[in-house]
């Protein structure tokens, strides 16, 4: 049985988490906040990142990596759930970059304002990175759409948006495009059962 080392709160963890149960995948995941999950991510991850698969003798780090990894054995099932992970579709791979920059940015800032780091220079640059690109994915020249099947894109955002809320660092009432597209992605069946907590 395939083994994902992660945390229950991690966004680019569900990504996975949900990509597995769509295929219908077994999946134990082991929580790297224990002794054991620990251990073997120290092992395992040299970037300290999760998540990291281990499927039998494979160690796949990167969530991209695993998600990529599910789709060339998976496709048929994944295409019957709804999703198209083709890594060929240029614009999903836009959007994927714009949703894990902010993402990367708000995770960057969330763990620097708990050591008390002061709101200036690089932290602040995360918060205007935030802004800029939520405003250009709410209103910007292709404002954000929820469409069925998910692209790579829309669900690296979908994961993206829900964590900014859970861990309030993003106002998503400023931006009504982003706000229907989570609303469309909550009521999906996709998104069940997978919701961060802590
Ligand atoms: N590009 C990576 C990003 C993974 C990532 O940043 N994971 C966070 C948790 S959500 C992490 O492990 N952070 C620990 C750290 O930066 O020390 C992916 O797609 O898997």
């Given amino acids: 049985m395939m083994k994902l080392l992660g945390t229950t709160t991690s966004p680019y963890v569900r990504k996975v988490r949900i990509v597995a149960r769509a295929a219908n995948l077994p999946l134990t995941m082991l929580d790297t906040r224990s002794e054991e999950g620990a251990a073997l991510l120290a092992r395992h991850a040299p970037l300290g990142k999760i998540p990291v698969l281990l499927d039998g003798d494979r160690v796949l780090p990167d969530s991209s990596v695993i998600v990529g990894w599910l789709?060339?054995?998976?496709?048929?099932?994944?295409?019957?759930?709804?999703?198209?992970?083709?890594?060929?579709?240029?614009?999903?791979?836009?959007?994927?970059?714009?949703?894990?920059?902010?993402?990367?940015?708000?995770?960057?800032?969330?763990?620097?304002?708990?050591?008390?780091?002061?709101?200036?220079?690089?932290?602040?640059?995360?918060?205007?990175?935030?802004?800029?690109?939520?405003?250009?994915?709410?209103h910007?020249?292709?404002?954000?759409?929820?469409?069925?099947?998910?692209?790579?894109?829309?669900?690296?955002?979908?994961?993206?948006?829900?964590?900014?809320?859970?861990?309030?660092?993003?106002?998503?009432?400023?931006?009504?495009?982003?706000?229907?597209f989570r609303t469309a992605w909550l009521a999906d069946p996709l998104a069940a059962g997978s919701e961060p907590v802590v």
């Avoid at 198209?84 to 995770?107: F, K, M, N, S, W």
């Avoid at 809320?165 to 931006?175: E, H, S, T």
């Fill in 71 to 138: 789709w060339q054995r998976h496709e048929a099932a994944l295409r019957a759930a709804g999703l198209d992970l083709d890594p060929a579709h240029l614009e999903q791979r836009e959007l994927q970059v714009l949703a894990e920059g902010v993402l990367d940015a708000a995770i960057n800032r969330f763990y620097l304002r708990r050591d008390n780091f002061e709101e200036r220079g690089y932290l602040a640059r995360q918060t205007e990175r935030i802004d800029t690109t939520l405003a250009h994915l709410d």
């Fill in 140 to 180: 910007g020249p292709t404002p954000v759409k929820y469409a069925r099947p998910l692209g790579l894109g829309a669900l690296s955002l979908a994961v993206a948006l829900d964590w900014l809320v859970f861990r309030a660092q993003a106002d998503l009432a400023k931006y009504p495009a982003l706000t229907a």
